[in-house]
């Protein structure tokens, strides 16, 4: 009897032990891959544009199209409403399925860039790889716009430095999000709305996803927010500094010097 006591004892300390471990190296990847501690790490990471040091209050709408398309119109109406170009990041197999929504974009002045070509996590693909698949998706999306994407964004927000150098070698500049509407999780307006307006800053990502349930309710309020607060929604593109810039270890762009 003692001795299956103390062997229950053990089996029971040894679980503790695993799941401290699973614990402990979940969060050692999440800390390797947070942009805010990389400044502590010996070997300097490659790292994508997560917000803009900028002189005015400008910041970025951008919206990530990887498959339902049933709420784009009504994003182009909204946006439209309020005089607001945004970028979307989109996939190049939604451009093959939607080219008329990818034109509707491009005719409404809103920018269409590279999401990859199927959304496939990129760190587990090499450098020749990144390069066939990030080209693919440019191609078609300028058959359809007229227009090559000048940026990209990482499926699933995944990055490591092959991918970062693989994607910069192929042409589009890497860009991430400094605020998070975490539409995709099904959250209700008011609370991505909240999440938002309490988050965003001049510089400022924001990252929302075609096709979300609640953001096209959302979407008003947020614009109307973000203006009362003095900040103005532009382009990606316009947001981001031209010429000499640096990256600092949150991935924040500024000018060099």
């Known amino acids: 009897m003692l001795r299956r006591e103390r062997k229950a004892i053990f089996i029971r300390k040894k679980a503790g ?42 910041v970025a709408l951008s919206f990530d199209a990887a498959w339902g398309n049933e709420d784009t119109q009504q994003l182009i109406d909204t946006l439209g409403r309020y005089g607001v170009r945004a ?16 034109r509707a974009l491009a005719a409404a002045g809103h920018e269409v860039m590279n999401h990859s070509d199927d959304h496939a996590h990129f760190t587990k693909l090499s450098a020749e790889e990144i390069a066939a698949n990030v080209s693919a998706c440019s191609e078609k999306i300028e058959s359809v716009t007229g227009t090559r994407p000048t940026l990209f964004r990482f499926p699933y927000g995944g990055y490591d430095d092959n991918a970062v150098l693989a994607v910069r070698a192929a042409g589009p500049e ?4 400094d605020v998070d509407s975490l539409d995709w999780k099904g959250l209700d307006a008011a609370t991505i709305t909240d999440r938002v307006l309490s988050r965003a800053a001049p510089g400022s990502i924001i990252l929302f996803h075609n096709a979300a349930e609640h953001t096209p309710e959302a979407l008003p309020a947020i614009i109307e ?13 316009e947001l981001l500094l031209t010429g000499e810039y640096a990256i600092d270890n949150t991935g924040r762009q500024h000018k060099a010097g």
């Open 174 to 177: 890497p860009v991430q999000w």
């Open 225 to 237: 927010g973000l203006l009362a607060k003095g900040l103005e929604p532009v382009p990606v593109s």
């Open 17 to 58: 032990l695993a799941a401290a471990a699973v614990l402990l190296a979940a969060g050692m990847f999440a800390a390797v891959f947070s942009p805010a501690v990389v400044g502590a790490a010996a070997t300097k990471r490659e790292l994508p544009i997560y917000s803009v040091e900028r002189d005015n209050r400008a």
């Open 87 to 102: 970028t979307f990041f989109v996939v190049g197999e939604w451009v093959d399925k939607y080219p008329e929504s990818v």
